[in-house]
């Protein structure tokens, strides 16, 4: 699978800029990859980042805590009937952090509870991020709000308090309730 746009329903809704991706995209990889996009889980989200009626499958993002199945459900009015298993695309198993702030931090049991929701009920997630990482330089990012003095800049780290932290530590409880998800057979 590859991902040709992520999140652009947030912002846009260019059909022919999605288009464009999609032939750049088979014309390197061939007719053989699945291609697909990530956008919110909301029709507006959906309604701008997908190509509804194409071979383009469309994924969800939503807040990890969302109740995940009425966003499976309207996941399935952008894909082609039948062609739609429930992917969360990006299940948050933490949060960035911004300049200022105190390093994220997530609860490691609700953050399992709230992926089993997906499991029990043979969904498919994706962690947003199983590993923690660096930004380099200016290359981290940042949020706005209303406006431009709402401007939050993220730290460099990319760590989200994920279960293989940014140094390569594993002796935190989310790692270790990874034992937990052995109870699901692979299909």
Do not use: C
Not at 1 to 11: A, D, I, K, P
Not at 79 to 90: F, I, V, Y
């Amino acid at each position: 699978m590859v991902q040709v746009e992520n999140e652009y329903g947030s912002f846009g809704d260019d059909k022919d800029y999605l288009q464009y991706l999609v032939k750049l995209a088979r014309s390197h990889l061939g007719d053989d990859v699945i291609l697909y996009t990530t956008d919110g889980g909301a029709v507006g989200n959906l309604n701008g980042g997908t190509l509804v009626g194409s071979d383009v499958y469309a994924a969800v993002d939503f807040s990890t805590g969302e109740d995940p199945w009425p966003i499976f459900e309207l996941q399935k009015k952008y894909n082609a009937p039948g062609k739609s298993p429930a992917l969360a695309s990006e299940f948050y198993t933490g949060w960035l952090t911004h300049w200022g702030e105190t390093f994220a931090q997530t609860d490691a049991m609700q953050v399992a509870s709230e992926l089993d929701k997906i499991l029990s009920k043979n969904g498919s997630a994706v962690l947003y991020m199983a590993h923690g990482g660096t930004n380099f330089g200016f290359f981290s990012g940042a949020n706005t709000g209303e406006n431009a003095s709402d401007f939050e800049p993220d730290i460099t780290s990319y760590d989200y308090d994920s279960p293989i932290r940014e140094n390569g530590d594993v002796d935190n409880l989310k790692f270790k309730v990874k034992t937990h998800f052995l109870i699901y057979p692979l299909r």
